[in-house]
């Protein structure tokens, strides 16, 4: 069936390393991809989103990759901090607008000093 | 500065009463969605509505659940009679509807059904 799935739970980095969160989608069609950040006790929040037209988009020390031919999404958070502890979430939409945006399972990303 | 705002934030019921729950999405926002989320099941889209009409509600229950948007700034989400098993956090969330927008989720309810 369609689904969205996360590949590693749970990450644990380093104050100051690279973080990379890996999503596997299953639809070709998809063709919107976001990722969010969830913190304790909050909603999701946007980071960074990409179009299936593209391979790389990046934001402030994130980078989001897109390879549609094996159909897999990847957060990279550059000199991850303590702040950036949270769960993440990929998010695929089958079309260019906010319709229907089907979540992952989620990562939960640990920063330690 | 702009957000979504639900309500109530905590809402503890015994099985059998009715719940609702209330959303009020960014001014000017005509894409609105209800999420709910759980461990087990992680973030499921319950509905969502496009200038306040229904466009898909296949994921939520239909016996129990109903979504409405009486105006442009409210959203509702009603569970009658509640079960614990609808214990879970319900997220509204608001777009644009345009290419290439995100949503942006509300603070959350948090229900307990005992």
């Known amino acids: 069936g369609e689904s969205v799935g996360l590949h590693l739970p749970t990450l644990s980095v380093q104050e100051g390393d690279n973080s990379i969160i890996n999503c596997a989608y299953s639809?070709?069609?998809?063709?919107?991809f976001i990722w969010y950040k969830q913190e304790s006790g909050k909603g999701p929040q946007f980071i960074i989103d990409?179009?299936?037209?593209?391979d790389k988009r990046q934001g402030q020390r994130v980078t989001v990759l897109l390879n549609k031919t094996v159909k897999h999404l990847s957060l990279q958070i550059a000199a991850t901090q303590p702040g950036d502890s949270a769960v993440y979430f990929c998010?695929?939409?089958?079309?260019?607008?906010?319709?229907?945006?089907?979540f992952g399972t989620g990562t939960r990303l640990q920063v330690f000093p | 500065d702009a957000r979504v705002t639900q309500t109530p934030r905590h809402k503890v019921t015994e099985m059998g009463q009715e719940v609702t729950m209330r959303c009020q999405p960014i001014l000017g926002h005509n894409t609105v969605f209800w999420y709910r989320q759980t461990m087990m099941q992680g973030l499921e889209l319950l509905a969502y509505f496009r200038n306040r009409a229904p466009l898909d509600d296949s994921g939520m229950p239909k016996d129990r659940f109903s979504a409405e948007m009486p105006d442009a700034t409210l959203a509702t989400l009603k569970i009658q009679p509640s079960e614990p098993r609808d214990s879970a956090v319900y997220f509204c969330?608001?777009?644009?509807?345009?290419?290439?927008?995100?949503?942006?989720f509300g603070q959350g309810t948090r229900l307990t059904v005992v």
């Open positions: 969330a608001s777009g644009l509807g345009t290419a290439n927008t995100e949503a942006f």
């Open positions: 998010a695929e939409s089958r079309s260019y607008n906010t319709d229907k945006l089907i």
């Open positions: 639809n070709s069609a998809s063709d919107y």
């Open positions: 990409i179009r299936s037209n593209m």
